[in-house]
């Protein structure tokens, strides 16, 4: 072990400066009664403490309160009112307080539901509260909430989008207008407005009135003559022809102009010129009227002379058209005959075709009928000579079948011994390699199975049981099995393995493992055949089986154990179930071999 | 014969034993050893590094026991589905 020897110079450390410490308190308090201490073993310098004298000049402050040592009396009548300042104070400030933290208590409520529920419950007043708040931000929300919806049938007010404004009304109020709306404009005013404007302006009125000269040409003393200002009269140009001009168009030319050269020089224009025009236009149509006459009656004549024209010829076109259709229908006479000659013709020929054919394939019929009666006849003819042949030999050919049928039983007969022989040889096969089977089984070696099961297996052949008993044994049993002893012994090496491990838990690690090894010393050894699912009662049980050879018994056993115990076991136990297995297959094929000694 | 031996299924424990108990001495010794290094040359000679070696050469030693026991490969643990 490893000393540490540096402690040793620590703890003279710690001396050095313990010394110093009370050096320093010493010569600080001006004690006269302290000792120095003593340090065994220790060679450090500490200089013996001088006596301290009783007045040092460097005394503190410290030392005149220390000296007096009693704390200063309290002050007396002049802490009566800042305690009752103090408490009102207090109580003051304990009531704002408690007021924030209920307002703010009743706000969370409002905000959390749990809190909500503590607060309510265990909170004086706090759910009265809480329920006022509630119910005026509710009635807030919806002012309508409880009030009864309206009726159909009553009148209702419905404001529009732009919304609804208020104005004082006073006493003589009649209710709302329902006359056009404030800024509508009447319709009167309208015209008003159009009469005024034409007031305004009244110099210039139409300065040509074309309609007024057309219309009073019957009449021109009812003409007014026209006053025109001088600064508006108009410049009229006139009329210049530089062709031909019919005479009495040109009458109307002169006129015109003789009208316009009138307003433009004078302004005015006289029922002279007026009349002068109106006889020009008159002249005109009367002419016109004349012409119009001429023409129509040339007209009538020239329509007249075409029909005529086209009555003529359409009897000439008539008469053509007749004698077409004659020729058209004369020719379709002749080529209709010369079709229906044609067809009569070919029906004739086919008909005659028909005929030949018909008459061959029935004489044909007739020959085949003829043909079949004669051969109708020979066989019969046959028949008749082997009836009498064999009526003849009867006797004969009777015996000779008699004599075939016992040849055939016999040989049946035979072949059914030959079999059953076989059968028997068979099944005493087999018996002697179940024997050997069960020998090798009960033998107290092991004994290699693959020779036998080899043999059974030749022997049984096709029988299907023998064939899947062989197939179920397991290969690894074609070494040989352990015998029940060999098992047993094996089973004394198997159990304290077991009883090591039987109070290990689910998922042990170290620790299960090794109380599991130790406490199982501890457990009682059980023999026989005691009742309980323990393991060493299912240990015990399988010992006693295997004692008594019943190896089956022993592996259903060890069977039933779990965990780590069946996991030690599992060697042993794939010994025992080949053991058990080979056992049941053995048993299988010998009555298997029963039942082949008497099938026959 | 093979050379190497067939364990029969009742010698499984035994030998998961074997192992971790050479484990665990292998893994203490060499815990030992590191502790004595560090002492020396980094604490003075002190004695808790060689017990702190030691506690960690056990303490690995038996949890790779454990983990073997429990059937995973030792350092991983198996968890149940």
């Known amino acids: ?34 000792r120095p201490t003593s340090v065994p073993g220790s060679s450090s310098p500490t200089a013996p ?27 007396g009548p002049s802490s009566e009112p800042k305690k009752r300042y103090a408490f009102r104070k207090f109580l003051l400030g304990v009531s704002v307080l408690g007021a924030i933290v209920y307002g703010g208590g009743v706000w969370f409520a409002l905000q959390n539901d749990n809190f909500h529920d503590f607060y309510t419950e265990y909170i004086p007043f706090g759910e009265r509260i809480v329920m006022i708040i ?19 049938d009553q009148p209702r007010v419905t404001v529009h989008r732009g919304g609804a404004t208020w104005k004082m009304v006073g006493d003589d109020y009649k209710g709302p207008s329902t006359g056009p709306h404030v800024s509508a404009v009447p319709k009167d005013k309208g015209e008003q407005k159009a009469a005024t404007q034409k007031d305004i302006v009244p110099a210039p009125v139409t300065p040509v009135p074309a309609p007024a000269v057309a219309s009073p040409a019957p009449e021109p003393t009812k003409q007014e003559p026209l006053v025109i200002k001088e600064t508006l009269l108009p410049k009229l140009p006139k009329f210049v022809f530089d062709g031909t001009i019919d005479p009495s168009l040109e009458n109307v030319v002169i006129s015109i102009n003789g009208l316009f050269t009138a307003l433009s020089t004078a302004g005015a224009a006289g029922p002279e010129e007026l009349g002068a025009l109106a006889a020009s236009l008159g002249e005109v149509s009367n002419k016109f009227v004349k012409l119009k006459a001429k023409y129509e009656s040339e007209l009538t004549e020239n329509l007249n002379q075409q029909a005529l024209v086209f009555a003529l010829q359409n009897e000439k076109q008539e008469a053509d058209y007749k004698q077409q259709l004659a020729a058209v229908d004369e020719k379709w006479r002749e080529g209709y005959f010369e079709e229906r000659q044609r067809i009569m013709d070919i029906y004739k020929k086919r008909l005659i075709a028909e005929l030949k054919k018909f008459n061959q394939v029935y004489s044909a019929r007739l020959r085949n009928e003829v043909a079949a009666a004669n051969a109708e006849k020979d066989r019969l003819f046959a028949e008749k000579v082997v009836e009498t042949v064999e009526n003849e030999r009867n006797s004969r050919l009777s015996k000779l079948k008699e004599l075939k049928a016992a040849f055939e039983d016999i040989t049946a007969l035979s072949a059914k011994v030959d079999s059953q022989l076989e059968i028997a040889e068979k ?7 179940l024997g050997s089977l069960t020998n090798a089984l009960q033998a107290p070696y092991t004994v290699p199975l693959a020779p036998i099961i080899a043999r059974i297996k030749e022997v049984g052949g096709e029988d299907p049981l023998i064939v899947a008993a062989v197939a179920a044994v397991p290969v690894t049993a074609y070494d040989g099995v352990l015998t029940p002893a060999q098992l047993a012994a094996r089973f004394k090496l198997l159990a304290p393995e077991i009883r090591k491990v039987s109070l290990v838990p689910v998922d042990a690690g170290v620790a299960g493992f090794f109380g599991s090894w130790l406490f199982s010393k501890l457990l009682w050894k059980k023999e026989g055949k005691p009742k309980g699912t323990d393991v060493e009662s299912v240990l015990a049980r399988a010992e006693s089986a295997l004692i008594e050879g019943q190896v089956f018994e022993a592996v259903r056993e060890v069977n039933s154990l779990d965990g780590w115990r069946k996991k030690l076991a599992e060697d042993w136990l794939a010994e025992g179930r080949k053991r058990t297995e080979v056992e049941f297959l053995a048993r299988v094929l010998g009555e298997e071999g029963k039942v082949w000694q008497y099938e026959y | 014969m093979s050379a190497v031996k067939k364990t029969t299924s009742e010698q499984l424990l035994n030998d998961k034993w074997d192992v971790v108990i050479s484990n665990t001495l292998v893994k203490t010794a060499l815990g030992f050893g590191f502790g004595v290094v560090t002492s020396v040359l980094f604490f003075k000679r002190r004695a808790f590094p060689v017990w702190l070696g030691i506690g960690f050469g056990a303490g690995r030693g038996y949890a790779e026991g454990d983990a073997l026991f429990r059937g995973g490969e030792a350092g991983v643990r198996i968890v149940n589905p």
């Open chain 1, 49 to 75: 403490i001088e006596n301290p004298t009783p007045a040092t000049p460097s005394t503190p402050n410290l030392s005149s309160s220390a000296s007096s040592g009693t704390p200063p009396p309290p002050p």
């Open chain 1, 1 to 34: 072990m490893l000393r540490i020897t540096s402690a040793r110079v620590v703890s003279q450390q710690h001396q050095v400066v313990a010394s110093r410490l009370l050096h320093s308190s010493v010569a600080r308090w001006n004690v006269t009664n302290v």
């Open chain 1, 427 to 433: 099944t005493a096969e087999l018996q002697l390699a």
């Open chain 1, 134 to 152: 509630e119910e005026r931000e509710f009635q807030r929300r919806f002012p309508n909430a409880g009030r009864k919806p309206l009726e159909d």
